[in-house]
Structures are given as C-alpha cells and as structure tokens.
C-alpha cells in the first residue's frame, strides 16, 4: 500500500495543525517547541513501560535506544 502525502490528507488534518498554532497563541515556532517537548516526554514514558515490561510479555523484543 502506497504512503499518502501527509499534506493531501482531509482538512482534519489541517484544523488540527491550526489549532496547535492557536494554542500557542499564534506563534508557529512556539508550536513546534510545545510539540518537541510533548514528544519527548511521550518517549521518556515509553522507555518506563518498556524497561518495567517483562522479557516474556515483549517475546524478546525491546525498543533500540535513540543515538541522540
């Protein structure tokens, strides 16, 4: 199955781009930053329940570590 351009995707997609620009008072740039660190922290989260998940319950998997 093809990937779809993210940009052609319904103006859902849009309103919602819109609406973390509102939310950061207009400011894209500050949008971003908010995203970035929203980001962060949904890894940081993740990372947790990977290291608090047993070894049988992921069948030998684990998430490999970011180089950054």
């Known amino acids: 199955m093809p990937r779809s ?14 609406e973390a620009v509102e939310a950061c008072g207009g400011d894209p740039l500050d949008a971003v930053r908010a995203l970035i660190v929203a980001n962060a922290a949904l890894e940081q989260e993740l990372a947790e329940v ?3 998940a047993s070894f ?13």
């Open 50 to 52: 990977y290291a608090r």
């Open 5 to 18: 351009n993210p940009w052609t995707r319904p103006p859902s997609w849009r309103a919602a781009v819109r």
């Open 56 to 68: 049988g319950f992921l069948r030998g998997r684990r998430v490999p570590r970011r180089k950054d």
